[in-house]
Every structure is written in C-alpha cells, then in structure tokens.
C-alpha cells in the first residue's frame, strides 16, 4: 500500500463521500435554526469549539503519551462534530434538528480553527524547531475542498432532485462507513508493531476526551436549561467528533501515521461510547415523555 496513495486519495475520497452524504441531509432551513435555538446553538458551539479543545489539552497532560500522539489527540479535539453525531442523536432521542445545525455551524468555524490550533499543539509538543508545520491559508482551502464544498454540493444536489437525495443518502452512509473501516484497517496494519504501545497509551486519552467532552456538553446544557432533547443532543455533538477529518489532517495534511493513530482508535471507540448516550438517552426520553426538543 503506498502512501501516496493513502494519504492522496482515499483519505480526501473517503472524508468528500462523507461530508457529501451529510449535505444530502441538509436544506438551507438547517442554518435558519440558529436564530430559532440561538441559546442552545450558543451553548454547543462554544463547548465544541472553546472548551473541547481545552479538554483535549488536559487530557494529554493528564496521560502521559508520545508526543505525536499528544499531537494526534488534539487534532481530535478540534474536530467538528459528524454525520455519526446527527445519527446517534436521533437514536437517542434528542433534537435531531439542532445536531444537524451544530454539525453545518462547527464544521465551518473549525476550517479555521483547526490549523491554528493544530500548529499550536505542534509548537508545544515537538518543539518549534520542527518541520512539520500546517500552512494556514492551504490548509484552510484543503480543508473547505475536501469538507463544506462536498456539503455544499450535496444541499444543491438535494434542492433539486429531492427524492434522488433521499436514496442516494442511505447508499452514500454505507459507502462513507465501508471506507472508513478500510483506512482504519490500513492505517493499524501499517502500524501494526507499534499498536500495542499506542493502545496502551491512546487507548486511556481517546476514552477520557470522549467521556469528558460529553460530560461537559451535558452539564452546559443542563446550566442553561436546555430542554432535554437539546441536552441529549449537545452533549452528543460535542462528545463525537469527526474522526475521518482527524485521520485526514494527520495522515494526509501531515503526513505523519503515528499521529493518526489516536484518530484511529477514536473512530472505533466513539461508537462504545455512543452506544452508551444513546441507552441514557432514550431512557430519560421515556421518564420525561413530556419534554420536548
């Protein structure tokens, strides 16, 4: 497998099928929600954006781990949300609606927050004499090329052949999960002497983000008395994060495996995780059937 190819083309391919697949879910009403829910789109984007990032710090702090890792870890942080959060939302039973919003609303803000952020974390980590930087001005159009523009062309593409949109949406998930299982099944294999190590040492990090950015979407909402469908939905979106992007910024953008590694491990346990939001989830649902998003 070369890495040219990797990093090249399946990466850019599979992340683009993503986020196109997630624009055929979206119409131009998504974005007019921020002014419906403009506390609880407040409330999410500020967790996701502000203190996610924060927490991905202490968290690196906290567990000792290879700086490339440390590296990888935040890059994770700094994600925005994914087509995953909108769907274990509505498993969940939480605002579907606003999820969706947050996903449009962060994946916007994080075009340009990532680069800054990820050479920040790159500086600390390993130093400013590495040469390993993230060019800001190309890596925000690499960025918008393989993530809004996809998401744009999926919401033109669902504004004018609508019932199209709807059964290409269900094909374009499958393929969007089938590639993703590929690259992360490439990516632990090309590593795969150093997996245990990473594991041992990713495996803790990945956990404690996860847990910790939920929580504290969960209690954020709950501080602004979000009503439950919302604090289901928040502290969702901000406790999953598009894993393919991270696997693309550190793999493809950087070019560097090892960072990708917590991406990886990220992308497999988020569903252990979101499993368990969306058993709490459902049944809070059912002791509050009164409550509505």
Known sequence: MQSTLFTSVLLPLALAIVMLGMGLSLVPADFARITRYP?????????QVVLLPLI??????????????AVGLIVVAVCPGGPSSNLMTYLAKGDVALSVTLTAVSSIITVFTIPLIANLALQSFLGES???TLP???????IFMITLLPTAIGMV???????TARRLDKQMSRLAAGLLALIIALLLIREGSKLPGF???????????????????LLAARL??????????VAIEVGIQNGTLAIAITAGLLKNPDMAIPAAVYSLLMYATGLGAIAVGRQASRHAPSVTG
């Open 199 to 217: 594991l041992a040492q990713v495996g803790i990090g990945v956990v404690l983000l996860n847990l910790l950015a939920m929580l504290t979407g």
């Open 39 to 47: 506390k609880a789109v407040a409330v999410g984007t500020i967790c």
């Open 224 to 233: 602004f008395q979000l009503p439950l469908a919302q604090q289901i939905c």
């Open 136 to 142: 800001i001005g190309s890596t925000i159009l690499q």
């Open 157 to 163: 593409f669902r504004q004018r052949f609508p019932s």
């Open 130 to 132: 590495t040469a390993i």
């Open 56 to 69: 991905g710090a202490l968290v690196t702090q906290a567990v000792p781990m290879q700086p490339e890792l």
